[in-house]
């Protein structure tokens, strides 16, 4: 070592030039402040077309659906990249610490959403429903339950009769479609009288409900590239029948799998799947009559989320409705179409509208039968005889979603929609062969039904405004109340004055009818993962179910 070497004994009497000084990194403050302006601004711009008035931009604030999407589609990815834009830029922490945590999070969001998780479907909300990529698929599940699947002994349906009696369900949401069951009440103390679980298994993809007549009830479901009708026996869940169809309507956002509900009528059952089949199949052995697919024999393509309507039967026809496939009108159409309820042969076809997803229903206004049409563009009136369109009244969204059947009382008729629509009560008139529709009262942004049905009771209509149960006065429009229910897009029937809510989560919930408030009497988890199916209850059964899972419930009746 030199000898003119000297090392100092501190940091203080080193010379500068000979320092290395590393600054501790500051962390701006002001970037926080930043960061939070700007994702108000942004939540602003998403929540404030919605806004029109005081009440629309109270029950924007209350809606749990569009607080859920602003913040997982926009507040979170808008944080995280605004993060990322302050950590490389503006943390002052060295290069190579930023480089490596900018590689960090890429590696960690790359090998988490490619090797780690996957996307089953999208909740009512849009968000996405994460499952881990090792796990077994629904219906890869559906499909190995059925081979285990003991059959029921179908020498016991040898010769029966299916006779429907009133406390049948034997279609999609039971008598008008209106999901009631007027003359049956059930045991209010839940606790003491729990709901009894029959039984359970896995079912196929779909947001089909059940029928039931009798001892049985179908359904329908897909496994791999087959879409199915199904029976199984009500108090068992064992297998009756199964009939197939080569085909698979697939779509992203809503989900894999048919949409309707069989009907059943006179032995038969009436299926329509989601690429468009129209089956009628004997009801007690799943033979095959006849089948027709709508949509070609209509002209039209499919609509975003597939034919979702169930079949109709009136007199000797079975109405459905294919639409036009167009987003517009068109001359010459025929977008309802009546077929021979026993032969398939088209009766009639006329109707120049682009389908939606609610069921064509059965109406009497001013002493005459109509049928009632919500289609893409609005609601109709519709002679059964020929398909004659009586009177229109237009009600559009952007995506053209009407969902929600349409509620008849007297010679009025609700209509609910979402996607900024609203609700309306329109008075259907008539004089001489004219007829006549005039809104008693219309309004946007309230008592929005998305995908989800209401039910009247004592002239009050109860549903899902969105994803919060909510109980408006039918003959005013005024809302009652609205509540943070915690159902989701769940679906509602009424079981006497019981709200029977199957909830988005799988819960069933289970609450009083009352214009007074909400009051939820008993909940229990039935189901896993995302639930849009509607229940279906017969003689104290209760049958719930998803894309994964189907259970049979025995609730107490008084």
């Known amino acids: 070592m030199p000898r003119d070497f000297h090392v100092p004994q501190t940091i203080e009497s080193m010379p500068p030039e000979d320092l290395i000084v590393w600054k501790k990194p500051r962390f701006k403050w002001l970037i926080v402040f930043y960061i939070a302006i700007a994702l108000q601004a942004v939540a602003a711009i998403f929540i404030a077309p919605k806004v029109t008035s005081y009440e629309t931009y109270e029950s924007v604030l209350e809606d749990e659906s569009t607080v859920s999407f602003v913040i997982f589609y926009v507040l979170i990815p808008l944080t995280l990249l605004m993060t990322l834009i302050w950590w490389t830029f503006l943390s002052g922490v060295p290069g190579r610490m930023r480089v490596g945590g900018v590689l960090i999070f890429f590696v960690a969001l790359v090998g988490t959403v490619f090797g780690l998780v996957r996307i089953d479907g999208f909740e009512g909300d849009m968000k996405p429903i994460f499952a881990w990529r090792w796990s077994p698929r629904a219906e890869e599940v559906a499909a190995e339950a059925k081979k285990q699947q003991v059959a029921a002994d179908a020498n016991l349906l040898a010769g029966r009769e299916l006779i429907i009696v009133e406390e049948d369900w034997p279609e999609f949401r039971n008598d008008h479609r209106e999901g009631v069951v007027p003359n ?19 079912v196929g993809l779909g947001w089909s409900s059940f029928s039931i007549v009798d001892d049985l009830c179908w359904t329908q479901e897909q496994v791999y590239e087959n879409e199915l009708v199904v029976c199984y026996e009500l108090k068992t869940g064992m297998q009756v029948w199964v ?31 989601g690429t468009g089949i129209l089956n009628c199949l004997n009801a007690l052995s799943g033979e095959k009559i006849w089948s027709r ?31 036009t496939g167009e987003t517009k009108r068109t001359e010459q159409g025929k977008g309802v179409i009546a077929y021979d309820k026993l032969t398939g042969e088209i009766l009639w076809a006329k109707g120049d509208y682009p389908a939606s997803y609610a069921g064509v229903r059965l109406a009497e206004l ?15 009136g519709i002679a059964p005889a020929d398909g004659t369109e009586l009177w229109r009244f237009e009600w559009e969204n952007m995506p053209q979603v009407n969902a929600a059947q349409p509620i008849v009382r007297e010679n009025r008729i609700l209509i ?19 007829w006549s529709v005039e809104p008693l009262w219309a309004k946007n942004n309230f008592f929005k039904l998305k995908f989800n049905d209401g039910v009247e009771k004592d002239g009050f209509v109860y549903g899902l405004d969105e994803s919060l149960m909510s109980c408006i006065e039918l003959e005013s429009g005024k809302r009652q109340w609205k509540a943070r229910s915690n159902t989701g897009f769940g679906q509602v029937i009424l079981i006497g004055d019981i709200l029977t809510i199957l909830c988005e989560s799988g819960e069933v919930a289970f609450a009083e009818a009352t214009p007074e408030k909400w009051n939820e009497l008993y909940r229990m988890p039935v189901l896993d993962g995302k639930t849009w199916n509607t229940p279906a209850f017969s003689r104290g059964y209760l049958l719930l179910r998803n894309g994964q899972e189907a259970v049979c419930l025995k609730l107490a009746v008084q």
Not at 184 to 202: I, K, M, S, V, Y
Not at 366 to 380: C, M, P
């Open 184 to 202: 049956l009440q059930l045991n209010r103390d839940f606790a003491a009288n729990p709901p009894e679980e029959l039984w359970r298994h896995p």
């Open 243 to 273: 009939h197939e169809d080569e085909t698979r309507w697939s779509e992203p956002y809503g989900g894999d799998g048919p949409r309707a509900t069989p009907t059943i009528h006179e032995g038969h059952a009436y299926s329509l799947g």
């Open 366 to 380: 001013h002493g005459e039968k109509q049928l009632i049409l919500f289609d893409g563009h609005g609601v109709a």
């Open 293 to 323: 697919n709508i949509l070609e024999d209509a002209g039209a393509k499919n609509i975003s989320w597939a034919m979702s309507a169930s079949p109709l039967i009136v007199d000797q026809m079975v109405i459905v409705n294919p639409g």
């Open 416 to 434: 609910s929609s979402s996607y900024n629509r609203g609700s309306a009560l329109l008075e259907i008139g008539h004089t001489g062969d004219n």
